[in-house]
């Protein structure tokens, strides 16, 4: 399935960017001030980036006898990778995609020998691999100066460009309504209404994962129902080969 990117007409003058084009220069802003770091994702500290690396992770329902592609939808310096080579998940077979072409040109700068795609697909939708599994990790979490409807609506319109491009899951993370006090600039998204649109949109077969201490919550989106129950992160050393 295709979706198309809605017309604006002929345009003079110089281009103009989509609102939502806000959010990439605000982690290109991040890298450019505190570089190849956790604070160049603009995460608060290593030990709570490494518990999302995890729990982005296990979405993976089962090992496999062949490796599983895995896209990093939004992967930034590409530190689940470095996550995924030191705990020696072998069974994944890892591509990267970002928007931004400061952190793609980073991250083939790290490993020359991997895939990593530039694009946009709301504007282009041909790269887009066909993998096994798809993380959006941080992707949804900052919505910066964007109102709450138009946060939605973007995040909607990527997660059903992607989901046709996956074969047995996909782990998306945002912010929890569950807080003290809501921040401005993140995305608080109540599970009702994030369930609503993947049930409607993509797939009934849904899981959300709540209980791993931080004010977020991640969603674990399956084609099929999984045949074993998601690895527990934990476990997600077992799976090697």
């Known amino acids: 399935m295709r979706f198309r990117v809605q ?17 990439v220069e605000h982690y290109e ?11 160049g994702v603009d995460w608060p500290n290593k030990e709570d980036a490494a518990t999302r ?13 062949r490796p599983l592609k895995l896209l990093d939808f939004g992967c930034g310096a590409g530190h689940l990778l470095e996550f995924i080579e030191a705990e020696k998940l072998n069974h994944i077979d890892y591509i990267g995609l970002d928007i931004s072409p400061k952190f793609i040109a980073l991250c083939r700068s790290k490993w ?12 282009d939708q041909n790269q887009l691999p066909r993998v096994d599994y798809l993380v959006m990790n941080g992707v949804f979490t900052e919505k910066r100066g ?24 996909m782990a998306v993370n945002v912010m929890s309504k569950s807080v003290d006090w809501e921040r401005n600039d993140l995305f608080h998204l109540g ?24 004010y977020e919550y991640t969603a674990y989106i399956y084609r099929d129902h999984p045949k074993t129950c998601p690895a527990k992160p934990a476990q997600l050393g077992r799976f090697t080969g």
């Open 7 to 23: 017309s604006l007409g002929a345009m003079t003058g110089p281009k103009v960017n989509p609102a939502y084009y806000e959010i």
């Open 29 to 39: 802003k991040c890298l450019e001030t505190h570089g190849d770091t956790y604070l």
């Open 53 to 65: 690396y995890k729990i982005m992770l296990g979405v993976i329902a089962e090992p496999a006898p």
């Open 112 to 123: 020359p020998e991997r895939d990593f795609i530039e694009t946009d697909i709301l504007i």
């Open 146 to 169: 964007l109102a709450y409807g138009k946060m939605f609506e973007y995040m909607r319109n990527v997660m059903r460009i992607a989901w046709p491009s996956v074969g047995k899951g």
């Open 191 to 214: 599970k009702t209404e994030f369930a609503a649109f993947i049930k409607r949109d993509l797939s009934t077969h849904l899981k959300f994962y709540l209980d791993y201490g931080l």
